[in-house]
């Protein structure tokens, strides 16, 4: 099955089922039932079943589902052979947090170079990834077409337009701003602010307890 037939809320779901497929693997497990993978990524087994058969991995009644083909199966879909090199745009709290964290963990992709506008960051190094200006980001991208955006909400939408026009082709926007982008660049929001928000109201108007 090829991966552009698989419908988008199923291929967004593919991290979460590799992350734990591979740490089952890690543990030595060969298989692995609808119902453990249910509990573990908090997703129904009925939508499990449905994902899964587009991965063309049958689950057998008693037995469940074979973890190396599954991991075979995630790792090319995935492009896990391949680390896919990213760049960070905003050197500060955030930006700082993120070349700090360990992507590579559960996931091939790997922030190469981050910019920003501050001198006194630019020549520096932020858990051993370079800082570059602002200035220079066409001279120093390179290769590089996915990008973080965490810079202060106002920048937003100029710096996008550089990253379009160099030939971004996805951005994961940190940033409250409301960017627009071409048809053809995948542009994905965490505002992590209305994220922590939205749980907020929900735990205040939809207590669990009371559904
Ligand atoms: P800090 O406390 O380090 O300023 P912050 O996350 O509170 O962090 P923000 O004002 O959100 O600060 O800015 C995030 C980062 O984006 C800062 O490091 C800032 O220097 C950088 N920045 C601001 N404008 C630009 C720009 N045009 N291009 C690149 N980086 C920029």
Same mark, same amino acid.
């Given at each position: 099955? =090829?991966?552009?037939? !698989?419908?988008?809320?199923?291929?967004?779901?593919?991290? $979460?089922? &590799?992350? +734990?497929?591979? *740490?089952? #693997?890690?543990?030595?497990?060969?298989?692995?039932?609808?119902?453990?993978?249910?509990?573990?990524?908090?997703?129904?087994?009925?939508?499990?079943?449905?994902?899964?058969?587009?991965?063309?991995?049958?689950?057998?009644?008693?037995?469940?589902?074979?973890?190396?083909?599954?991991?075979?199966?995630?790792?090319?879909?995935?492009?896990?052979?391949?680390?896919? =090199?990213?760049?960070? !745009?905003?050197?500060?709290?955030?930006?700082?947090?993120? $070349?700090? &964290?360990? +992507?590579?963990? *559960?996931? #091939?992709?790997?922030?190469?170079?981050?910019?920003?506008?501050?001198?006194?960051?630019?020549?520096?190094?932020?858990?051993?990834?370079?800082?570059?200006?602002?200035?220079?980001?066409?001279?120093?991208?390179?290769?590089?077409?996915?990008?973080?955006?965490?810079?202060?909400?106002?920048?937003?939408?100029?710096?996008?337009?550089?990253?379009?026009?160099?030939?971004?082709?996805?951005?994961?926007?940190?940033?409250?701003?409301?960017?627009?982008?071409?048809?053809?660049?995948?542009?994905?929001?965490?505002?992590?602010?209305?994220?922590?928000?939205?749980?907020?109201?929900?735990?205040?108007?939809?207590?669990?307890?009371?559904?």
């Amino acid at each position: 099955m =090829e991966k552009n037939k !698989i419908p988008q809320a199923t291929a967004k779901r593919l991290p $979460l089922y &590799y992350r +734990f497929i591979n *740490n089952l #693997n890690h543990q030595g497990k060969k298989r692995v039932s609808s119902k453990e993978l249910s509990e573990a990524v908090k997703v129904d087994s009925a939508t499990i079943r449905r994902d899964f058969s587009y991965f063309g991995a049958l689950g057998r009644k008693g037995y469940g589902y074979d973890v190396e083909y599954l991991l075979r199966f995630f790792r090319k879909t995935l492009d896990q052979d391949e680390v896919t =090199e990213v760049t960070l !745009i905003g050197v500060g709290n955030l930006g700082t947090a993120f $070349l700090h &964290y360990n +992507f590579m963990k *559960n996931n #091939n992709t790997k922030i190469v170079a981050a910019f920003d506008a501050n001198q006194d960051k630019v020549g520096t190094e932020v858990g051993g990834v370079p800082v570059f200006h602002i200035d220079d980001l066409e001279k120093k991208m390179k290769g590089v077409h996915v990008a973080i955006l965490t810079v202060p909400a106002n920048e937003a939408q100029n710096i996008t337009n550089r990253l379009v026009d160099f030939g971004v082709s996805g951005i994961l926007n940190f940033t409250p701003a409301r960017i627009t982008v071409p048809e053809k660049i995948r542009i994905h929001h965490i505002d992590l602010a209305v994220e922590l928000q939205a749980l907020v109201y929900f735990l205040k108007h939809y207590p669990l307890d009371q559904e």
